[in-house]
Protein backbone atom coordinates (compact mmCIF):
# COMPACT_ATOMS: atom_id res chain seq x y z
CA UNK A 1 0.00 0.00 0.00
CA UNK A 2 1.68 3.76 -0.76
CA UNK A 3 1.88 5.89 1.86
CA UNK A 4 1.45 9.24 2.33
CA UNK A 5 3.24 11.19 -0.82
CA UNK A 6 4.28 15.04 -1.47
CA UNK A 7 5.45 17.27 -4.13
CA UNK A 8 7.62 19.31 -4.43
CA UNK A 9 10.29 17.72 -2.01
CA UNK A 10 11.89 20.89 -2.14
CA UNK A 11 11.06 24.52 -3.33
CA UNK A 12 12.57 27.60 -3.17
CA UNK A 13 10.77 30.88 -4.37
CA UNK A 14 11.49 34.44 -3.95
CA UNK A 15 9.28 36.69 -2.11
CA UNK A 16 5.95 37.75 -3.13
CA UNK A 17 5.82 34.58 -5.46
CA UNK A 18 3.32 31.80 -5.56
CA UNK A 19 3.43 28.01 -4.32
CA UNK A 20 2.02 25.58 -4.40
CA UNK A 21 1.82 22.18 -2.19
CA UNK A 22 0.47 18.99 -3.00
CA UNK A 23 -0.51 16.22 -0.83
CA UNK A 24 -2.05 12.83 -1.45
CA UNK A 25 -3.16 11.01 1.44
CA UNK A 26 -3.33 6.77 1.62
CA UNK A 27 -6.33 5.52 0.01
CA UNK A 28 -9.09 5.53 1.91
CA UNK A 29 -7.90 8.12 4.56
CA UNK A 30 -11.17 10.34 4.88
CA UNK A 31 -8.81 12.79 7.11
CA UNK A 32 -6.03 14.92 5.65
CA UNK A 33 -3.78 17.04 7.97
CA UNK A 34 -1.35 19.93 7.19
CA UNK A 35 1.52 20.19 9.62
CA UNK A 36 4.69 22.91 9.34
CA UNK A 37 7.81 23.05 11.25
CA UNK A 38 9.49 25.87 11.00
CA UNK A 39 13.38 25.74 11.90
CA UNK A 40 14.25 25.54 15.44
CA UNK A 41 10.59 25.13 16.49
CA UNK A 42 8.47 22.67 16.80
CA UNK A 43 5.91 20.96 14.39
CA UNK A 44 2.66 22.59 14.27
CA UNK A 45 -0.86 21.98 12.84
CA UNK A 46 -2.23 24.36 10.24
CA UNK A 47 -5.70 22.18 9.31
CA UNK A 48 -7.54 19.38 8.89
CA UNK A 49 -9.68 18.06 6.13
CA UNK A 50 -12.37 15.35 6.56
CA UNK A 51 -12.85 14.35 2.90
CA UNK A 52 -13.20 17.48 0.97
CA UNK A 53 -14.27 19.63 4.36
CA UNK A 54 -12.37 21.82 6.59
CA UNK A 55 -12.98 20.46 10.22
CA UNK A 56 -10.54 23.13 11.59
CA UNK A 57 -8.21 25.49 10.34
CA UNK A 58 -7.53 26.96 13.21
CA UNK A 59 -3.97 27.00 12.52
CA UNK A 60 -3.66 28.46 9.46
CA UNK A 61 -1.16 31.45 10.16
CA UNK A 62 -2.81 34.34 7.79
CA UNK A 63 -4.85 34.37 4.38
CA UNK A 64 -2.07 34.18 2.34
CA UNK A 65 -2.78 30.39 3.05
CA UNK A 66 -5.26 28.82 1.35
CA UNK A 67 -5.80 24.90 0.98
CA UNK A 68 -8.31 22.76 -0.83
CA UNK A 69 -9.24 18.94 -1.17
CA UNK A 70 -10.37 18.54 -4.53
CA UNK A 71 -13.23 15.54 -4.30
CA UNK A 72 -11.88 14.64 -0.87
CA UNK A 73 -8.71 12.93 -2.24
CA UNK A 74 -5.83 15.01 -3.00
CA UNK A 75 -4.93 18.22 -1.75
CA UNK A 76 -2.86 21.46 -2.34
CA UNK A 77 -1.77 24.26 0.03
CA UNK A 78 -1.34 27.65 -1.60
CA UNK A 79 0.93 29.96 -0.44
CA UNK A 80 -0.22 33.62 -2.25
CA UNK A 81 2.07 36.01 -1.48
CA UNK A 82 5.08 34.25 0.04
CA UNK A 83 7.03 35.73 3.17
CA UNK A 84 10.50 35.12 4.30
CA UNK A 85 9.01 33.41 7.51
CA UNK A 86 6.83 30.86 5.72
CA UNK A 87 10.22 29.07 5.05
CA UNK A 88 10.37 25.51 6.76
CA UNK A 89 8.50 22.03 6.34
CA UNK A 90 5.28 21.26 5.45
CA UNK A 91 3.90 17.98 6.31
CA UNK A 92 1.19 16.23 5.16
CA UNK A 93 -0.86 13.38 7.49
CA UNK A 94 -3.34 11.54 6.73
CA UNK A 95 -5.43 8.96 8.79
CA UNK A 96 -8.58 6.36 9.30
CA UNK A 97 -8.68 6.08 12.71
CA UNK A 98 -6.35 7.11 15.63
CA UNK A 99 -3.12 6.51 13.84
CA UNK A 100 -1.86 9.52 11.57
CA UNK A 101 0.60 8.69 8.83
CA UNK A 102 2.82 11.30 7.67
CA UNK A 103 4.63 12.42 4.33
CA UNK A 104 8.31 12.97 3.49
CA UNK A 105 7.63 16.87 3.92
CA UNK A 106 7.78 19.42 1.49
CA UNK A 107 10.66 21.92 2.28
CA UNK A 108 10.23 25.56 1.26
CA UNK A 109 13.00 28.19 1.12
CA UNK A 110 11.42 31.64 0.74
CA UNK A 111 14.81 34.03 -0.34
CA UNK B 1 -4.18 24.11 25.68
CA UNK B 2 -2.36 20.50 25.69
CA UNK B 3 1.18 20.79 25.32
CA UNK B 4 4.00 18.59 25.07
CA UNK B 5 7.65 19.03 26.98
CA UNK B 6 10.53 17.14 25.73
CA UNK B 7 13.77 17.54 27.61
CA UNK B 8 16.92 17.54 26.12
CA UNK B 9 16.99 18.87 22.17
CA UNK B 10 20.28 16.99 21.78
CA UNK B 11 21.15 13.65 23.29
CA UNK B 12 24.21 11.68 23.04
CA UNK B 13 24.39 7.87 23.78
CA UNK B 14 27.51 5.32 22.80
CA UNK B 15 26.39 2.40 20.72
CA UNK B 16 25.55 -0.51 23.22
CA UNK B 17 23.93 1.81 25.33
CA UNK B 18 20.87 2.83 26.61
CA UNK B 19 18.39 5.14 25.29
CA UNK B 20 16.02 7.53 27.41
CA UNK B 21 13.95 10.13 25.82
CA UNK B 22 11.56 11.95 28.09
CA UNK B 23 8.79 13.29 27.22
CA UNK B 24 6.33 15.31 29.40
CA UNK B 25 2.70 16.33 28.61
CA UNK B 26 -0.50 18.29 30.01
CA UNK B 27 -3.72 17.21 29.10
CA UNK B 28 -6.86 17.84 31.03
CA UNK B 29 -8.15 14.67 29.68
CA UNK B 30 -6.29 11.14 28.95
CA UNK B 31 -4.99 11.44 25.57
CA UNK B 32 -3.63 9.14 23.30
CA UNK B 33 0.80 9.79 22.67
CA UNK B 34 2.81 8.94 20.01
CA UNK B 35 6.43 8.55 19.46
CA UNK B 36 7.63 9.78 16.11
CA UNK B 37 10.88 9.54 14.47
CA UNK B 38 12.40 11.22 11.80
CA UNK B 39 15.33 9.68 9.85
CA UNK B 40 17.78 11.76 7.76
CA UNK B 41 15.97 13.38 4.88
CA UNK B 42 12.69 11.10 5.27
CA UNK B 43 9.32 11.82 6.84
CA UNK B 44 8.20 11.00 9.79
CA UNK B 45 7.82 7.19 10.61
CA UNK B 46 5.60 6.23 13.62
CA UNK B 47 7.47 4.36 15.95
CA UNK B 48 4.76 3.53 18.90
CA UNK B 49 1.38 4.76 20.43
CA UNK B 50 -0.56 4.64 23.51
CA UNK B 51 -4.24 4.22 23.50
CA UNK B 52 -5.42 3.73 26.83
CA UNK B 53 -4.68 0.23 26.46
CA UNK B 54 -1.48 -1.38 28.59
CA UNK B 55 0.86 1.47 29.59
CA UNK B 56 4.01 -0.04 28.48
CA UNK B 57 3.93 -0.21 24.74
CA UNK B 58 6.68 -1.76 22.09
CA UNK B 59 7.16 -0.36 19.51
CA UNK B 60 9.43 -1.00 15.96
CA UNK B 61 13.42 -1.40 16.08
CA UNK B 62 13.28 -2.17 19.68
CA UNK B 63 11.56 0.60 20.92
CA UNK B 64 9.02 0.75 24.08
CA UNK B 65 7.46 3.49 26.41
CA UNK B 66 5.71 3.96 29.58
CA UNK B 67 2.95 5.77 30.11
CA UNK B 68 2.52 7.01 34.12
CA UNK B 69 -0.18 8.99 34.50
CA UNK B 70 0.45 10.21 38.18
CA UNK B 71 3.96 11.88 36.10
CA UNK B 72 2.22 13.20 33.27
CA UNK B 73 4.95 10.94 31.75
CA UNK B 74 5.62 9.12 28.13
CA UNK B 75 9.49 8.34 28.27
CA UNK B 76 11.19 6.26 25.38
CA UNK B 77 13.82 4.16 26.15
CA UNK B 78 15.48 1.45 23.99
CA UNK B 79 18.04 -1.09 25.68
CA UNK B 80 20.88 -0.74 23.50
CA UNK B 81 21.84 1.38 20.70
CA UNK B 82 22.64 1.24 16.93
CA UNK B 83 24.05 3.51 15.21
CA UNK B 84 21.37 3.36 12.82
CA UNK B 85 18.97 4.91 15.54
CA UNK B 86 20.63 8.06 15.18
CA UNK B 87 18.09 10.59 14.42
CA UNK B 88 15.23 12.69 15.29
CA UNK B 89 12.68 11.74 17.60
CA UNK B 90 9.22 13.34 18.64
CA UNK B 91 6.44 12.58 21.03
CA UNK B 92 3.08 14.31 20.18
CA UNK B 93 -0.18 14.33 22.06
CA UNK B 94 -3.95 14.03 21.27
CA UNK B 95 -7.35 13.75 23.25
CA UNK B 96 -9.47 11.36 21.63
CA UNK B 97 -11.11 11.83 18.03
CA UNK B 98 -9.41 12.36 14.98
CA UNK B 99 -7.90 16.00 16.21
CA UNK B 100 -4.66 17.47 15.20
CA UNK B 101 -1.49 16.25 17.06
CA UNK B 102 0.08 18.40 19.37
CA UNK B 103 4.16 17.90 19.41
CA UNK B 104 7.19 18.68 21.47
CA UNK B 105 10.25 20.06 19.98
CA UNK B 106 11.81 17.57 19.00
CA UNK B 107 15.19 15.26 20.70
CA UNK B 108 17.79 14.40 18.26
CA UNK B 109 19.89 11.12 19.15
CA UNK B 110 23.26 10.77 18.32
CA UNK B 111 24.95 7.41 18.54
CA UNK B 112 28.80 7.56 18.80
CA UNK B 113 30.85 4.26 18.07
Known amino acids: EAGVTQFPSHSVIEKGQTVTLRCDPISGHDNLYWYRRVMGKEIKFLLH????????ESGMPNNRFLAERTGGTYSTLKVQPAELEDSGVYFC?????????FGPGTRLTVL | AQSVTQLGSHVSVSEGALVLLRCNYSSSVPPYLFWYVQYPNQGLQLLLKYTSAATLVKGINGFEAEFKKSETSFHLTKPSAHMSDAAEYFCAVRPLGNTPLVFGKGTRLSVIA
Open chain 1, 49 to 56: FVKESKQD
Open chain 1, 93 to 101: ASSLSDTQY
